[in-house]
């Protein structure tokens, strides 16, 4: 067996930050994935690079962010023949295997990878309560059968706590009574300090709370805004009930995993594509640029206290998507050609940080960027020619903005971009900056149509056209 | 009409959701059911809730599968054993377990899983026991899955509320494998469904969002709906007439 160890991406689906019991949150009850922060380091300041499916999970696959990739939403397929991680694994000696959700549009996974389990359709968000429970038997199986020389890459892609959408379909159609009677009522975890909407949100965002034919599911969009108090709580303690439910499946896994001989020299990375609205911000899903939808868990974990310097430790270092591609290369010794960084060495106790600003995309025109303190969201505003060249300063005009406090406003309630004119500023100039090395790609021709019907929805709101 | 709480016709677009489950409904409510028995056979026709725009369904899918077993009674306990057929998800589960009149899970267990597709995973052999709400499962080659203690007993399977939906609070080990302590259901309310009165209950708690269970008279749970999946009884049958 080689010296190199094996390593795990384990996934969940639009678990925000906060769904956790070591977050300190009250409402549930998550001690497998607690377990992994404990014999781990938890990186405080990770976040998703787009916060919807596929494109956070392209990003992780391949070290770009999704314009570089031409997948800035759902329904993108990849745009050109970026070697994906499982590819790079295969060649550098590792043995790349998956189960689970996968969703990087356009890339077949059995291409990429020794399939474990696939399901009878590719499995990207449909059937997480029946295909979780699969994919940690395939994952079982594996540690229980694998035999070969190589170091294995195992990415065990689970779906919940993404079922909630389920949930709230059931809105879109249905008329659901009043749960006000319902006896659990005394149980429900009260709304968040931020529910409601706040002042000054950029064109893109009230384009898509208010319109059709944007990238929200519609149909929910209309459902909650009839939603009284109670609904909305019964929706969050329902969420927190999926997250137990991956939890579960994760302990089962992890039990097996720890009685196996694999124990002693696997890593594990454990993060979440994009976070969850529980009515922050008085939105549900993800979608927006708000911590919640962006802001996810990560911790770098093992066993057997081999690769973690201080097991427990948490790290203020700032960690974007694609340094999950990074940390993977990283621990199996791959180079790559991309901007990915590695937060092996904070884990190993040399290094404490990673990078000075996080650059964060969303439904096409929006983009935040997060510094140390502050966070700037905005929109490049859509130009009259399309040309389905993802937007970039070099080509767009900067539209509306949003500037937060994060140390003294973590809720993101008090929009300070009027105030603190020289603090956005010194954001855009880093923007200038680094989009110089963004090597954007034209978006597929599959989701086209649905930019075109969000440009038209984005200039009303700048009362363009 | 269709309760709320039964009603996916919406959700499916290549799927006749309303047809096949109101069909497997009117089945079950013809079945004749005894005041006791020592032996049954029952099965459920898993129909799936997925929103329309995560179906995949090809033309001639008919549902999402079955799940058959067949319980008898052996001393003071009911020997239950069965197959979970899912073609959504390709697996497929052979379970063995024994239960108490109310007492639960008793003892040994077993599950056979299966992967139809037959990717990189084949199959996994998992035997467990339950004794005094502790729990353990291990793979046929020897490594742990479930090593716990729940202090809410009993421990049902979901494979036992489709039989019998507990009164008390329990835990509920899914799929013999997965364990959700401090599960409980609560009255909903009565369904009139063509001259039939269901009684509706919502079962929730650790681990389990609502999920909706629709009991008939004789105390037989014709409906279950779960987020992803509906079951309904569509075939049962009885024998002997010792027991209840």
């Known amino acids: 067996m080689s010296d190199r160890p094996n390593i795990i991406l384990l996934s969940v689906d639009e678990m925000t930050y906060t769904a956790l019991s070591c977050m300190g949150n009250s409402c549930l009850d998550t001690p497998n994935m607690d377990s992994l922060f404990k014999k781990g380091i938890a990186f405080e300041r990770s976040y998703s690079t787009n916060p919807v499916c596929s494109p956070a999970r392209s990003s992780w696959a391949t070290g770009r962010y999704p314009s570089e990739l031409g997948s800035n939403l759902n329904f993108c397929q990849l745009a050109s023949p970026v070697p994906d991680i499982g590819q790079l694994m295969k060649t550098g000696g590792y043995f790349p295997a998956h189960a689970g959700k996968w969703h990087v549009e356009g890339r077949d996974p059995r291409e990429s990878f020794h399939c474990l389990y696939y399901g009878n359709d590719e499995i990207w968000a449909y059937g997480a309560e029946i295909f979780d429970c699969a994919t940690t038997h395939a994952a079982i199986s594996f540690f229980q059968d694998y035999s070969g020389e190589k170091p294995f890459y195992l990415q065990l892609g689970y779906i919940n706590p993404h079922d909630m959408c389920e949930y709230l379909h059931n809105y879109e159609y249905k008329k659901i009574p009043d749960w006000s009677g319902f006896d659990l009522i005394k149980q429900l975890p009260d709304l968040p300090e931020n529910f409601g909407v706040f002042p000054n949100e950029t064109a893109v965002l009230r384009a898509f709370r208010r319109s059709d034919d944007c990238l929200i599911h519609q149909d929910i969009r209309k459902a909650v805004l009839a939603w009284p108090e109670e609904e909305w709580r019964y929706f969050i303690w329902n969420y927190y009930r999926f997250v137990e439910k991956v939890d579960v499946e994760i302990g089962k896994m992890l039990t097996a995993l720890c009685s196996s001989r694999f124990c002693e020299n696997t890593v594990i990375i454990f993060t979440v594509d994009h976070g969850e609205s529980l009515g922050e911000h008085s939105m549900f899903q993800k979608f927006t640029l708000y911590e919640e939808s962006v802001h996810v868990p990560l911790a770098i974990a093992d066993y057997s206290g081999k690769y973690v310097k201080a097991p427990g430790g948490r790290s203020r270092a700032m960690v974007s998507g694609i340094d999950v591609f990074g940390t993977i290369c990283d621990y199996a010794g791959l180079v790559h050609d991309t901007n990915a960084k590695s937060v092996r060495r904070i884990v190993e106790g040399y290094e404490q940080d990673l990078r000075d600003y996080i650059y964060i995309e969303n439904n096409y025109w929006g983009r935040a960027v997060i510094g140390p303190r502050y966070k700037l969201i905005f929109d490049y505003i859509p130009g009259l020619a399309m040309d389905y060249i993802p937007p970039r300063l070099r080509s767009h005009k900067i539209g509306d903005m949003q500037l937060f406090d994060l140390l003294s406003d973590p809720h993101e309630t008090e929009d300070l971009s009027k105030q603190k004119p020289a603090e956005c500023e010194e954001i855009l100039d880093w923007v200038a900056d680094f989009e110089k090395d963004l090597k954007v790609q034209m978006v597929h021709d599959s989701a086209r149509g649905i930019i075109e019907r969000c440009q038209r929805r984005v200039w009303r709101e700048y009362a363009i056209g | ?244």
């Open chain 2, 1 to 244: 009409m269709l309760h709320w709480s039964v009603d996916y016709r919406s959700h499916q677009n290549l799927f006749d959701y309303e047809k096949y489950f109101t069909k497997a409904l009117a089945k079950s409510l013809k079945i004749e059911y005894p005041q006791s028995y020592n032996w049954c056979r029952k099965k459920y026709r898993i129909l799936p809730n997925y929103w329309n725009g995560f179906s995949t369904h090809h033309e001639n899918y008919e549902g999402a599968g079955n799940i058959e077993f067949e319980k008898g009674h052996i001393g003071s306990l009911w020997e239950v054993k069965g197959i979970q057929n899912n073609t959504d998800s390709a697996e497929r589960i052979h379970f063995h377990y024994f239960t108490g009149a109310g007492t639960g899970i008793a003892g040994n267990y077993r599950c056979t899983v299966e992967n139809l597709n037959q990717d990189g995973y084949r199959s996994l052999e998992l035997a467990g026991r339950v004794e005094c709400g502790r729990i353990e499962l291990h793979t046929g080659k020897g490594l742990s899955v479930i090593k716990e203690q729940t202090q809410t007993m009993p421990v049902y399977t979901n494979w036992c509320l489709l039989d019998r939906l507990p009164e008390q609070p329990f835990s509920l080990l899914e799929n013999l494998d997965s364990l959700y302590r401090e599960v409980k259901q609560q009255y909903l309310e009565t369904w009139d469904y063509n001259g039939e009165r269901l009684n509706g209950y919502v079962v929730s708690g650790y681990g389990s969002p609502f999920s909706y269970y629709w009991v008939n008279t004789q105390g037989h749970v014709v409906v279950a709906v779960q987020t992803l999946m509906t079951y309904v009884l569509c075939e049962a049958e009885f024998q002997g007439g010792n027991q209840v």
